[in-house]
Every structure is written in structure tokens, then in C-alpha cells.
């Protein structure tokens, strides 16, 4: 099985979720966390280890110029406008580069091949006996998050039971973690930022295909707007963790609450079990 | 020689536009006889990269320079590449108040 935690609004406890639902099912099995959220991964300040660290390549065009005709057939077709053709010159902008490849397939003359450059990196650990976490971090200054996290989930592939933290936000890097998931939970707050981006995810999900479920986070108690728009949806408010000074210094010490207060365990293992649901996966 | 402003409209005196990339306008003016085109921006609201392509069309209309508030580096590292000069002009007066200043020699270059 296959779960993501995703949230639209940032700062709403993805990783908080997360890392208390794989460290509740350590106790039972084996788990895999894998942190997709690329650009700022911190998975791993819950579970520090020693770690394995693989680079993660991109192919990049580069133009022989000695075969170059200037012809602008590649910089006509870059919608990206990385590649820039002057009479006697081709200068190539990599920050620009989707890596599509396209240019080297458009130039008549074969004078553009693809090279490997470092877009990022993915690290692997073992901090706990069954838990296994692989988190993806962008290169600083490359913009491409998704074959980053692409290489991530990929280490991931053959693991039974794996929980996908993503970005937050709902644009590519979160489709991208969501693609090949069976369920989502999506972590919000009681505030209207929480509401209004919770709808952009909830809009997402949908479209992807990809069961979901919500958890509210710092409630206030005043969550009508939410549950409203929950029921009007047909998803399930999984679970509601309360605004709490205690857990958000636990979570500010880079503890966890399911270690710190085990009695929070019973709440992430029947959280669990709805996920397994809305996966269709019978636990 | 044509000298290339970016601007908000299509006249001379519509407001200069600081940005390069995404100007509204470009206006290209020969400024030996005072004749200008006026080239609405295909890219005013491209996604990325616009920099470099909007450089491309300067270039194909054989401007020699380039009088705007600010250039990025990529469309900046394109123009230096194709001898396009460029002046900085950003106190948000009109292409005709542009003019005047660069044919006073009073813009200062960037490089």
C-alpha cells in the first residue's frame, strides 16, 4: 500500500502526520517513509541516522558547434527558452532546461547530444529496525523538483508499505508524488487559508484519481466551515488533533508525539485503518 | 541606427516599462529620421524563460540598443552576446522622454 500526506497549505503538519503514523507502524512492520517534499526535506530531523547519499542526474542538451548550422530550429521549438541561437553562436541556459530532450530530436543536423548534470540528490537510512526513510533534496539553484522525486519513490518500488510526505501546495511536484498512490491524507488547519487550500488539494486528488481523507490539525474547536465542506464532498474528517502548546513543543524538539505520548499511538493506528479503507486495502 | 524602448502602449508617449521580458511593448525607433514600429510583446505573459526570447526579437529587428529599466541576466548574457547595448532608463517617464535623455547622452550603460 501506498499513502501520501499531502495538505495544499503549507506549515499544516504533513511531516508531523507522517512521521507518527510510519513510527506507530514500526512497532508492527515494516515502513517506508519516503520524503518527496525535495525543495525543503526534514523528515530526517525526526529520524537522524547515518545515510546513504546517490546522486540523481538530469540530461542536459550540449551543441557541437563545430556541426551547429545556426539553423534556430531549437531554440523554435524550446518553450522554455533555454536555447538561445545568435548567427555564429548557440548559448544554452540550463536553470531553463526541462530536459525534455526535444532539441536534440528537432536539429537536423545532429549537432546536440545529452549529458548528464546533477540535479540532486537522494539519501537512504535506517533510524529505526523496520522503518526505512529515503528523502529526495533538490541541488540548490535547480528548479526541477520531479525527477527528484521520481528518484525518490523509485528506491521505494518494491516495499510493501510505503508513506509518501509531499510538498505542499497542489502544482507538479505533488502530482508527481501522488501519481501511483491509493490513498492521500490530506492534513489541514482551522483557518480559512486551511479551508481555502484544502479545496485546491481535495480538487487535485480528485482529478488523480486518488482516494482522500482529512485530518484537521490545530483545531480550535471551531471547525464548521471545514466539516461542512467535508460532508458536502463525501470525505472523511479521519482524525482531529487539537491546537496543543505540548505537542507543538514536542514537535519543535524534533520528537515525536507517538514516542513522547503513547497513548497518541491508538489514534494514528485507527487513523491507519481508515487509510487501508479508502485504499481499499483490507488491513 | 534603431534603438529599441520598452513601454506600456504602442506610442510614444505611453509610459516606459521597467521590466524587460515581460514589457507590454517594444518600441523600435530609427533614430536618425525618428520613424518607429511599435511590437506588442508575445511573451508578456509567458511562464519562463521569457528573457532570452523577447532578446530574439530585438534581434531579428537589427536594434543596437536597448533602453529599459531592468534586464535579466539571461536576456542580458543574449543581448551582450548579439553587440546590443543597453542603457537604464526607470524614472517611469514616457518612451519620448526616454528618447530625449539617450540622445542627450545623459542614460548611464550597464553591462
Known amino acids: ?283 | 541606427m534603431k534603438v529599441c524602448f520598452t513601454a506600456k502602449g504602442a506610442t510614444l508617449d505611453s509610459p516606459s516599462e521597467d521590466r524587460f521580458g515581460r514589457a507590454p511593448y517594444f518600441i523600435i525607433l530609427e533614430s536618425e529620421t525618428g520613424a518607429f514600429e511599435a511590437i506588442q510583446n508575445p511573451y508578456a505573459d509567458g511562464a519562463g524563460g521569457v528573457g532570452p526570447k523577447a532578446a530574439q526579437i530585438l534581434i531579428a529587428h537589427d536594434v543596437k540598443a536597448l533602453i529599459s529599466g531592468q534586464v535579466g541576466g539571461n536576456a542580458r548574457e543574449v543581448l551582450a552576446s548579439a553587440g546590443i547595448s543597453m542603457y537604464t532608463y526607470r524614472t517611469g517617464g514616457s518612451v519620448k522622454d526616454a528618447f530625449d535623455q539617450f540622445t542627450k547622452n545623459s542614460l548611464v550603460r550597464s553591462e
Not at chain 1, 501520501?4 to 507522517?18: D, E, P
Not at chain 1, 514500526?26 to 517534499?37: G, K, M, P, S
Not at chain 1, 542538451?61 to 553562436?89: H, I, K, W
Open chain 1, 1 to 283: 500500500m501506498r499513502l501520501a500526506v499531502a495538505s495544499g497549505k503549507g506549515g499544516t503538519g504533513k511531516t508531523m502526520v507522517a512521521a507518527n503514523l510510519a513510527f506507530m507502524l514500526t512497532q508492527t512492520e515494516r515502513v517506508t517513509l519516503v520524503d518527496c517534499d525535495v525543495e525543503e526535506p526534514n523528515l530526517h530531523l525526526f529520524f537522524p541516522a547515518p545515510a546513504t547519499t546517490t546522486e540523481v542526474t538530469g540530461p542536459v542538451p550540449v551543441v557541437d558547434e563545430n556541426t551547429c548550422q545556426y539553423c534556430g530550429l531549437c531554440e523554435e521549438f524550446c518553450q522554455y527558452g533555454a536555447m538561445t541561437v545568435l548567427r555564429s553562436r548557440v548559448l544554452f541556459f540550463p536553470e531553463l532546461c526541462h530536459s525534455c530532450g526535444g532539441c536534440t530530436l528537432v536539429c537536423p543536423n545532429g549537432a546536440i547530444h545529452e549529458e548528464p548534470k546533477q540535479i540532486g540528490t537522494t539519501t537512504i537510512s535506517t533510524p529505526l529496525p523496520r522503518l526505512n526513510l529515503i528523502s529526495g533534496m533538490l541541488k540548490t539553484g535547480n528548479p526541477h523538483a520531479v525527477p527528484i522525486i521520481r528518484a525518490a519513490k523509485k528506491l521505494a518500488a518494491s516495499d510493501p508499505l510505503v508513506i509518501c510526505d509531499t510538498a505542499p501546495g497542489t502544482s507538479c511536484p505533488v502530482v508527481e508524488t501522488l501519481d501511483g498512490c491509493d490513498a492521500c491524507i490530506l492534513v489541514t488547519e482551522s483557518t480559512p487559508f486551511g479551508l481555502h487550500d484544502l479545496q485546491l488539494a481535495v480538487d487535485v486528488t480528485a482529478r488523480l484519481g486518488v482516494p482522500a481523507g482529512i485530518i484537521i490539525n490545530w483545531s480550535d474547536g471551531k471547525d464548521q466551515a471545514t466539516i461542512e465542506f467535508c460532508m458536502d464532498h463525501d470525505l472523511e474528517v479521519m482524525m482531529t488533533i487539537p491546537f496543543d502548546r505540548e505537542i507543538a513543543a514536542i514537535q519543535s524538539r524534533g520528537e515525536l508525539l507517538c514516542r513522547v505520548r503513547p497513548e497518541w499511538q491508538k489514534a494514528f493506528a485507527a487513523l491507519f485503518v481508515k487509510c487501508s479503507t479508502l485504499a481499499g486495502v483490507d488491513r
